[in-house]
């Protein structure tokens, strides 16, 4: 037995947590034993597409990764509209295996910054003065919307949750990276 640790039932399925593909189009298998790998398959992916689409297919855009990100984006959202308008009636625990933990309906989760970071290089000064107020309406939403879960399963957890809370984050980005550093901080970050 290779992996003796895993239940006969959990062992069919974990040649799919080596190309992470476990929950690529479906929710996580019932019995994961590797849990956390849903995040990583949704990272790895991200980092997977986004160079494919900006060197294959928007090749020929003014701004290649812009285009890519901006695919990513709208498929996230696509799918995660798709997912909720089909679903019957959501509750929480449906919305974390189909719209939280599942690549496909994710494909926009590492975008936000890459978009943030598009947009700075082309609008950097007359962006520097809303960034930082849009940012902050953004995350107190977010912080407004994790007392009230009850929103969640709904159209607000398939289409606005992660797209807003990402580009709140990433819309503190250019704000932050204005702020001076100490040499303490400054000359290992700048090392690595």
């Not at 990100?69 to 919305?95: F, S």
Request: aromatic share 14%.
């Amino acid at each position: 037995m290779v992996f003796p640790q895993i239940e006969p039932s959990a062992q069919q399925r974990v040649w799919s947590y080596v190309p992470l593909v476990q929950n690529l189009v479906t929710p996580m298998p019932a019995s994961n034993w590797f849990g956390p790998s849903w995040s990583l398959t949704i990272e790895e992916w991200s980092y997977l597409a986004l160079p494919f689409l900006a060197f294959y297919v928007c090749r020929s855009t003014r701004n290649p990764v812009g285009c890519a990100a901006l695919i990513l984006c709208l498929t996230g959202i696509a799918v995660r509209v798709t997912i909720g308008l089909a679903h019957g009636p959501w509750n929480l625990g449906d919305w974390d295996l189909l719209i939280r933990k599942m690549v496909i309906s994710r494909s926009d989760a590492v975008v936000y910054g890459v978009l943030a970071a598009v947009f700075v290089e082309h609008y950097g000064q007359m962006a520097k003065r809303w960034v930082l107020p849009l940012a902050v309406v953004l995350l107190g939403w977010n912080v407004w919307i994790c007392y009230h879960v009850e929103y969640i399963p709904g159209i607000v957890g398939w289409l606005l949750l992660f797209p807003l809370t990402a580009m709140g984050f990433a819309l503190l980005l250019p704000w932050l990276a204005e702020l001076p550093s100490p040499a303490i901080i400054a000359a290992p970050i700048q090392f690595v």
